[in-house]
């Protein structure tokens, strides 16, 4: 096996990524990575869980902090090698060149199936508003995928653009729904110490807990992709940390706000129910006009998500082929700082996979893809830290050890609950893992 750290030889062709982008846009790729439509079915799943208001603010306050921590590791990787292409350039760093290819795989198939599901999600949105094209949503969802993928192949400078109107879109929106609900006269008062669900024993609680910050931890999903942008920044070392942290603190207030503003709303009993909390809440604040809000909410937030991963997903096949990982079509950059051929890669096989329907399977299974790239991440801050004391880090993760270990051991818990509740899924993604190394050989091969 192959484990050379890096790998001199990259392509000499007109490669360079362009550095423009401040904090501005950091934040901006943070929001519109992490706040999506999720929030309007989340909020009834953790009162049904929990069945205390008090006990969902303080788990979504908890996946904050999770999420901060997570930040505290990834700012001081990011400052260190501040290069495109996020977890994949610290995993090779750390292990070498099959761990990192296999890493950076994973990355690029969570991106499409991610980018096929949230645009049918979008489409599904949309057809909601016009019955007649009902069966047509995996056709419709192509359009966002081909719109946003066209934008951002113009260049950088109008992806940062996009995504900065887009990401305060979004905020908006979120403020906008949450004084409504706050400004609604005939909101309830669910005492703070009401408790719908009884749990038998401190485990059970603590079960509850523990699924709960599941969920809401996937709701944080993308609070990293600042990291992406490493190179494309014009102060990584500034604008990386401040991007991350400022961006998960939105998004926790955004959050935060809102499950609160549902919970004035609706009696608690009435969300546990509902299997779609916020069309319930814009039913009763808006009236007839509510099912129009919470699709409108749906559809921005939702493909604001496909534009973000549109912008960033293209930088792990391009930092992958400049390696020598990939074939070096994939390193080429337009005129406008776009990894074009990596973007056009993105847009074509999430389109595909769109119009198929047929990822939701690899979508469950790359789950334990994604559960081990974190943990491997986290891991690759010690390693490096023992390996090359010497590199320079801008920036150093507060509290280490004990943060990022406490950050590391909750990834393997993540890992080792996964493994015993998707036995299948995980045979079966294991099986897959297998493929990686002869693809690696032969690609690297073929890539030389």
């Known amino acids: 096996m192959d484990n050379s750290l890096v790998s001199d030889a990259r392509p000499a062709a007109s490669n360079n990524l362009l550095k423009i982008l401040g904090i ?3 934040v901006a790729i943070v929001i519109g990575a992490v706040m999506g439509g999720s929030v309007i079915r989340t909020a009834g799943m953790l009162a049904g869980h929990l069945g205390n208001e008090w006990l969902v603010i303080g788990v979504l306050a908890l996946g904050a902090i999770w999420a901060l921590m997570g930040a505290n590791s990834y700012a001081e990787l990011g400052t260190m ?7 994949y350039v610290f995993l090779r760093r750390a292990y070498g060149e099959f761990i990192g290819f296999a890493g950076g795989v994973n990355d690029l198939i969570i991106n499409v199936c991610a980018v096929a599901y949230l645009a ?8 909601s508003l016009f019955p007649k094209l009902q069966g047509y949503e995996n056709l419709i969802a192509v359009v966002p995928i081909v719109v946003f993928g066209l934008l951002n192949w113009l260049g950088l400078r109008e992806g940062d653009l996009s995504q900065k109107l887009i990401s305060t879109l979004k905020m908006l929106l979120f403020a906008g729904f949450v004084a409504a609900c706050f400004m609604y006269s005939g909101g309830t008062e669910n005492p703070a110490n009401e408790q719908i669900v009884r749990f038998d024993s ?5 079960a509850a807990v523990m699924l709960s910050f599941q ?3 996937e709701s944080y999903a993308g609070w990293y992709s600042s990291v992406y942008f490493s190179e494309e920044h014009t102060d990584p070392a500034r604008n990386i940390p401040r991007s991350m942290f400022t961006g998960i603190i939105l998004v926790s207030v955004a959050y935060l706000a809102i499950h609160a503003a549902f919970m004035y709303v609706l009696p608690l009993t009435e969300m546990a129910e509902s299997k779609v909390a916020g069309a319930n809440v814009a039913d009763r604040v808006f009236g007839s006009a509510g099912v129009v809000a919470v699709t409108v909410f749906g559809i921005v937030t939702t493909i604001g998500i496909v534009n973000a991963i549109l912008l960033y997903g293209p930088r792990v096949p391009f930092a992958m082929a400049r390696d020598g990982l990939l074939p070096r079509q994939f390193a080429s950059v337009n005129k406008g700082g776009t990894p074009a ?6 847009v074509v096989f999430g389109s595909l996979a769109a119009l198929s329907g047929s990822f939701e399977s690899l979508l469950a ?4 893809f994604a559960i081990i790239g974190d943990g491997a991440v986290y891991l690759a801050l010690f390693v490096l830290r023992r390996k090359e004391p ?12 004990v943060l990022p270990a406490i950050v590391l051991l909750v990834a393997v818990v993540f890992l080792v609950g996964y493994l015993v509740s998707n036995p299948v899924n995980s045979l079966i993604a294991l099986g897959i893992v297998a493929l990686f190394y002869p693809a690696f050989r032969l690609l690297k091969r073929v890539s030389q």
Do not use: D, Q
Not at 120 to 127: A, N, T
């Open 24 to 26: 501005g846009f950091g």
């Open 215 to 217: 969920i809401v931890n």
């Open 341 to 346: 051929i990596a973007l056009a890669f993105l």
């Open 202 to 206: 401190y485990f059970a609680l603590f």
């Open 120 to 127: 049918i999600v979008s489409s599904e949105f949309f057809c």
């Open 365 to 368: 299974m790359t789950a334990l």
């Open 390 to 401: 010497g590199l320079n880090r801008p920036f150093k993760a507060y509290g280490y050890p």
């Open 81 to 87: 090698l501040p290069e495109a292409g996020g977890g």
